[in-house]
């Protein structure tokens, strides 16, 4: 769907924009901003990630925070053929509707089994200014207490973005040159601020507050030219990790837990890399509990070591109420997870819906549900090698 990627229609009044499902979410947020529009597309996943396959994995990104992910109401009405060859349309461009099932939002995180997305209506939110804001910690822990405490002040709102980056993956940073000066290498928290510029200010000055509170010894702000930069290198996360090691490839697994929880499975996890030999880097949409762990290997002995880690990252999750996977979906190598996460009556009930709508298997055979032989994750020992993301 890749090359369906035009966008057909801005209604800027409205707060809205009509594309096929293989345009990209920066192409969107560039058309916009050359147009001289005001609003932008707020879910922010990988880079290139297309509206197809953001609505396919339900996806999410650092935006999360202040926007919430696409089971929001960001798609407003999608197109999709049904595996019959059945063209429908899920709602209206209203940005309400109470008229019967939310069918959209079936397709969303269906990961292509249930329909073809060839278009979508994406509701838009005004470009508010930011500015971005480094506090650092010694240890994930505090990080996080004060992440809770600032998102739960009458000053929450004003927060777009808190973005997790551990000791490890900040001497990653620094070892792969890609910023001006080294950063000291403890575990930091990235903020996006937004509003009108006295929120920002006053924003800004209790977050100051509550991160000495709870422990860092650093609170940087950037300046306006600066932001950019410094945001810039959160995105570097996943490059500079992969420098660690000559010749490594990555497997990214991402989980997430409870806020409360993410300490303890940061920790918990951290230990059995250690354990295991692993190099890893961890990087978090820390808002929301969402945990990203970036593990590296040179040869399939490495691999198999990762393979049976990412196994036991995703059992410590669900065991803290989380689930699976926050963001990057099941494809093939989570099923096995869903009835420990779910219960057998919702996986059923996702076989049925899936049975009533493509009846002959059609769609993506073998992904997301997983088959009712198949042993749970908690008895089975990790034989599969398929990854969410190897790079
Ligand atoms: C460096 C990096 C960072 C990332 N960060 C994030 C992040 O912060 N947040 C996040 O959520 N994800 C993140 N991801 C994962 C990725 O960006 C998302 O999963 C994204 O939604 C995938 O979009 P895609 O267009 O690449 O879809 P694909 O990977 O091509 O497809 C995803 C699924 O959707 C289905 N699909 C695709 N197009 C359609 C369609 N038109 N109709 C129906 N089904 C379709 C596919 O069959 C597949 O099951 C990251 C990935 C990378 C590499």
């Not at 050359?34 to 290139?48: A, T, V």
């Not at 800004?204 to 306006?224: L, P, Q, W």
């Not at 989570?334 to 076989?351: A, N, Q």
Request: some cysteine; glycine content about 8%; proline content about 5%.
């Amino acid at each position: 769907m890749s090359a369906m990627d035009k966008i057909l229609c801005i209604n800027e009044t409205d707060g809205d924009l009509s594309c096929q499902s293989g345009a990209r979410w920066e192409q969107i947020n560039d058309t916009l901003r050359d147009k001289d529009i005001p609003l932008f597309f707020p879910l922010d996943p990988g880079p290139g990630a297309t509206i197809g396959g953001m609505i396919g994995t339900g996806c999410s990104g650092t935006n999360a925070v202040r926007y919430g992910t696409a089971r929001a109401e960001w798609f407003l009405n999608i197109t999709v053929v049904l595996p019959s060859g059945e063209v429908i349309k899920t709602r209206s461009r209203a940005r309400k509707s109470a008229a019967g099932f939310d069918t959209t939002k079936l397709f969303i995180g269906a990961e292509g089994t249930l329909g073809i997305v060839t278009e979508a209506t994406l509701r838009l939110a005004p470009v508010i200014p930011t500015k971005v804001a480094i506090a650092q910690f010694p240890d994930v822990e505090h990080a996080v207490s004060a992440v809770q405490e600032i998102l739960n002040s009458p000053y929450g709102p004003h927060l777009q973005c808190v973005e997790l980056l551990d000791d490890q993956m900040m001497s990653a940073i620094n070892k792969a040159g890609v910023v001006d000066h080294p950063y000291p290498v403890k575990d930091t928290l990235f903020f996006k601020i937004q509003g009108a510029p006295e929120a920002i200010k006053l924003t800004s000055d209790v977050v100051k507050e509550i991160t000495n509170k709870h422990g860092s010894d650093r609170f940087e702000f950037a300046a306006d030219e600066e932001a950019a930069d410094l945001w810039q290198n959160r995105k570097y996360a996943l490059t500079s990790s992969i420098a660690l090691v000559p010749d490594a490839r990555c497997w990214t697994t991402d989980v997430c837990v409870p806020t409360s929880r993410l300490p303890q499975l940061v920790y918990e996890t951290k230990q059995d890399m250690a354990k295991s030999g692993i190099r890893s880097t961890i990087v978090g949409h820390v808002g929301d509990g969402n945990f990203h762990a970036l593990m590296l290997f040179t040869n399939d002995e490495e691999l198999r070591i990762v393979n049976e880690a990412v196994h036991r990252l995703v059992h410590r999750a669900i065991a803290l109420e989380g689930t699976c996977t926050g963001e990057h979906g099941v494809g093939v190598g989570k099923r096995e997870y869903l009835r420990d996460e779910l219960g057998e009556g919702t996986v059923e009930l996702m076989r049925t819906v899936k049975r009533a709508i493509d009846p002959l298997n059609l769609f993506n055979p073998g992904k997301l549900y997983p088959e009712p032989s198949m042993p749970s994750g908690a008895t089975s020992k990790r034989t599969e090698t398929h990854k969410d993301v190897r790079i």
